[in-house]
């Protein structure tokens, strides 16, 4: 049984930070895209970042751009997610999500987490 477990979610204040965690079992995502989405109340999920197989290419929503981090280790089969300077409307919840794929601008994805919240305060 495939799992993706988040954690690190939280309450930060406008300006923090928080790291959060995914770890994966039931097989191993080393050779697959990994990343993160992120759903607001009344909101769609959207994709915030992704990590390809070997770490090197990365790619960042652009609301979160310079912000975020996004980094695998695949010894531990994980993927992090360092988010800087939060703000406001990062507030949302974050799901963990591989492989994921993308064609004519969609993305596709095999597994979800179950999410973990984060709430930035003003």
């Known amino acids: 049984q495939v799992q993706l477990v988040e954690s690190g979610g939280g309450l930060v204040q406008v300006g923090g930070s928080l790291r959060l965690s995914c770890a994966a079992s039931?097989?191993?995502?080393?050779?697959?895209?990994m990343g993160w989405f992120r759903q607001a109340p009344g909101k769609e999920r959207e994709f915030v970042a992704s990590?390809?197989?070997?770490?090197?290419?990365?790619r960042y929503a652009d609301s979160v751009q310079g912000r975020f981090t996004i980094s695998k280790d695949n010894s531990k089969n994980t993927v992090y997610l360092q988010m800087n300077s939060l703000k406001p409307e990062d507030t949302a919840v974050y799901y963990c999500?591989?492989?994921?794929?993308?064609?004519?601008?969609?993305?596709?994805?095999?597994?979800w987490g179950q999410g973990t919240q984060v709430t930035v305060s003003s």
């Open positions: 990590i390809s197989w070997s770490g090197y290419t990365t």
């Open positions: 999500a591989g492989p994921i794929g993308r064609t004519s601008g969609s993305y596709y994805v095999d597994y």
């Open positions: 039931g097989r191993t995502f080393s050779s697959s895209v």
